[in-house]
Each structure stands twice: as structure tokens, then as C-alpha cells.
Antibody, heavy 120, light 112 residues
Framework: QVQLVESGGGFVKPGESLRLSCAAS????????MSWIRQAPGKGLEWVAY????????YHADSVKGRFTISRDNARNSLYLQMTGLRAEDTAVYYC?????????????WGQGTTVTVSS | QSALTQPASVSGSPGQSITISCTGT?????????VSWYQQHPGKAPKLMIY???ERPSGVSNRFSGSQSGNTASLTISGLQAEDEADYYC????????????FGTGTKVTVL
């Protein structure tokens, strides 16, 4: 079945780095645009980053620009989020999600999330 | 960049209809008929309920419907059921320089 599984979350100190992964299965990963969305504890959803199917176009939210980098490996059916210079405010559950189409119409498949905690 | 504005909570009795509003600006909801709505149960991932303002993905109950007018989008749940109790978020593409997508503040739906 169509599935996204995130991994790589953990407990880190401010300033440290983490790399999140998202493994896709059940669909042709290389056909789809993808996003990362996060949710701080007890808070709402925040879009973080977006990448087109051939990674020709990439966007990052201003709150993570210069610190986080989205990438993908279509041969491995995988999406990544490299996070550096982590801050306490980056503490959240991070979800990868499949874009429904190519015109920002929404995200139709979500992973279960991976938790990132940044604390000294 | 501000989030789209939603009521913090909405409640209704089983069988009733409720409507959740989502108010944005001319940079997002007002300019693009592509608002999506997500349902999130506690500890679970969000689930797409409505896309392009009023379209339902396959498998989503027809008790859920969406609409857009001006800077406001709405999600209506008819025939409210116990399993509809969850948090709901709207989302829109935005021309803001800060974000690509802006989410709503979220609405807690309680079935009385």
C-alpha cells in the first residue's frame, strides 16, 4: 500500500545537526513532488520545505532557510531533510508528505512522523 | 507571516451539521481556489479531507464538504459522528515571501 515512513529523529543539543529520512513505497516516488511539515508540541502545523519530482525547484520556509536542506534520491525512493544549527524552537514532530499534484493543491499521503527534540 | 484564522473550537451533537471557517487574505485564500483541509486525531498524522477548495479524495465520506468565497474558506461536516471529533486545519498556497504554504490555526471539533 502507499506509505511514507520517517526516521532519524532524536534528542540533540542546540547547534547540533540531524538528518531526517522518509522512505516511500507503494507508488512511483519519482513522479511526485514532496514536502516536509512540522508540528511543535501542542501547536499547529507549519510547512517547512518542498521539492519537485526532479529536484529542479526547492523552497524552504524562512524560519529554516540557511539551516535546513531538503533533498531526494529517486533511485532509493527516499526524501531527506538535513538540519543544522538546530534551535529549541525546532523541537517538533516532522512529517513528510506527498503532494497531490503539481499546483500546490494539498498533501494526500503523510508519514507517521519522527520527533526531534532540541534541548541543552 | 500569520497563520490563517480558524475558530479555536466548534461543537455539535451527533447528527447535526457544523461549519469551520478559515479566513486568510488576498495573498492566499482570496486569490487561489486551492484550499485544502486536514483532519488530525490525537497522536496521529494529518489526513487530507478536502482539496482545491471543495474536492473530496477517494475514501473520504461525503459528509465532508468544502467551499470558498472571497478570503474565507469553509469546511462543513454534516451528520456529525463521534469519530469526527478531532483537530481540523485548513491550508493554502501563499505568495508570501516567508512560506509556500500557510496553515490555519486549527479547530478542535467536539461531538457532544
Amino acid at each position: 500500500q502507499v506509505q511514507l515512513v520517517e526516521s532519524g529523529g532524536g534528542f540533540v543539543k542546540p547547534g547540533e545537526s540531524l538528518r531526517l529520512s522518509c522512505a516511500a513505497s507503494g507508488f512511483t516516488f519519482s513522479d511526485y513532488y514532496m514536502s516536509w511539515i512540522r508540528q511543535a508540541p501542542g501547536k499547529g502545523l507549519e510547512w517547512v520545505a518542498y521539492i519537485t519530482s526532479s529536484d529542479t525547484t526547492i523552497y524552504h520556509a524562512d524560519s529554516v532557510k540557511g539551516r535546513f536542506t531538503i533533498s531526494r534520491d529517486n533511485a532509493r525512493n527516499s526524501l531527506y531533510l538535513q538540519m543544522t544549527g538546530l534551535r529549541a524552537e525546532d523541537t517538533a514532530v516532522y512529517y513528510c508528505a506527498r503532494e497531490r499534484g503539481k499546483s500546490f493543491t494539498g498533501m494526500d499521503v503523510w508519514g507517521q512522523g519522527t520527533t526531534v527534540t532540541v534541548s541543552s | 507571516q500569520s497563520a490563517l484564522t480558524q475558530p479555536a473550537s466548534v461543537s455539535g451533537s451527533p447528527g447535526q451539521s457544523i461549519t469551520i471557517s478559515c479566513t486568510g487574505t488576498s495573498s492566499d485564500v482570496g486569490s487561489y481556489k486551492i484550499v485544502s483541509w486536514y483532519q488530525q486525531h490525537p497522536g496521529k498524522a494529518p489526513k487530507l479531507m478536502i482539496y482545491e477548495g471543495s474536492e473530496r479524495p477517494s475514501g473520504v465520506s461525503n459528509r465532508f464538504s468544502g467551499s470558498q468565497s472571497g478570503n474565507t474558506a469553509s469546511l462543513t461536516i454534516s451528520g456529525l459522528q463521534a469519530e469526527d471529533e478531532a483537530d481540523y486545519y485548513c491550508c493554502s498556497y501563499t505568495t508570501s515571501s516567508t512560506f509556500l504554504y500557510v496553515f490555519g490555526t486549527g479547530t478542535k471539533v467536539t461531538v457532544l
